[in-house]
């Protein structure tokens, strides 16, 4: 039976399969749950980001377009899924609506990240995201992406 440790490499090993960005700007830690048309992924914010040297100093919160961004790439996640996992398909952000940020993020927080499909017409995406602290709404948007044909890796 694998340790711990080993199953946080593999689920790291996962998220990276899936999607083509990297550090600094991979905003996705772990995939708690994936089935069709629902994903759930945790993003761990530490004082370490690099965005916290500059983004209110003596104050640290995670930008709100950071949070945006890691709802758009559990999105991706979820659409890559659905598609089967082609390394051939990318998701570009196409569109935010009804974005609200209800709460601050700050180090030591996790964001538990939720996305649903609302529909799909292939190449175009909506879906729901709302990013939480706990039990505590901290953002929420609707996503749109258009799915394109295009080796990134």
Do not use: C
């Not at 499909?117 to 995201?129: C, T």
């Amino acid at each position: 039976m694998p340790d711990n440790h080993d199953n946080k490499v593999s689920e790291l090993e996962r998220v990276l399969g899936l999607l083509p960005h990297r550090y600094p700007f991979l905003l996705v830690d772990r995939i708690l749950e994936l089935s069709k048309g629902r994903v759930v992924t945790i993003k761990n914010v530490t004082f370490n980001e690099p965005y916290f040297a500059g983004h209110f100093p003596d104050h640290p919160v995670m930008p709100g377009v950071l949070i945006v961004e890691a709802l758009a790439q559990s999105a991706a996640i979820l659409a890559l899924n659905e598609v089967g996992g082609d390394p051939t398909r990318l998701f570009m952000l196409t569109g935010l609506d009804k974005v609200r940020f209800r709460r601050r993020v700050i180090p030591g927080d996790q964001l538990r990240m939720e996305v649903k499909i609302l529909k799909f017409h292939r190449p175009l995406w909506r879906m729901q995201a709302v990013a939480r602290v706990g039990d505590e709404l901290a953002a929420e948007a609707e996503l749109s992406a258009m799915e394109v044909e295009e080796q990134v890796r």
